[in-house]
């Protein structure tokens, strides 16, 4: 805390600027059907989120701009996977931009 302020630049700057973060192809399928299922696995979701960078910063992001939807100071994922609830989990899954499936290293 500077000059009294509370300074969170890098909630500013995911609410500013879109810096996109690849899904991998397997953990974004892995997800989607998670999801897709009649009940839901809070341990699966949870599971497939946090081994995939891209998803981790995804959720997090989503969580920061639902204003009211996780309590502060709340980071550990399956915490804000129960706050912000299946249908904006799946709202947050469809529009990923996934990694590309092959890497050609020349």
């Known amino acids: 805390m500077a000059n009294g302020k509370n300074n969170h630049p890098q909630l500013s700057i995911c609410s500013r600027h879109d810096y996109s973060l690849a899904v991998a192809p397997e953990a974004f399928g892995h997800l989607r059907a998670l999801l897709s299922q009649p009940t839901a696995d809070l341990h699966a979701i ?6 995939d960078l891209g998803l ?3 959720l997090f992001r989503l969580a ?3 204003p009211g939807a996780v309590p502060a100071g ?8 129960v706050h912000l609830g299946l249908k904006k989990l799946r709202a947050m899954a469809s529009p990923i931009r996934r990694a590309p499936v092959s890497l050609s290293l020349s």
Do not use: K, L, M, P
């Open 56 to 58: 981790t910063v995804h």
């Open 74 to 81: 709340v980071f550990d994922i399956s915490e804000i996977v």
């Open 64 to 66: 920061a701009q639902q």
């Open 46 to 51: 949870t599971e497939a989120i946090e081994s």
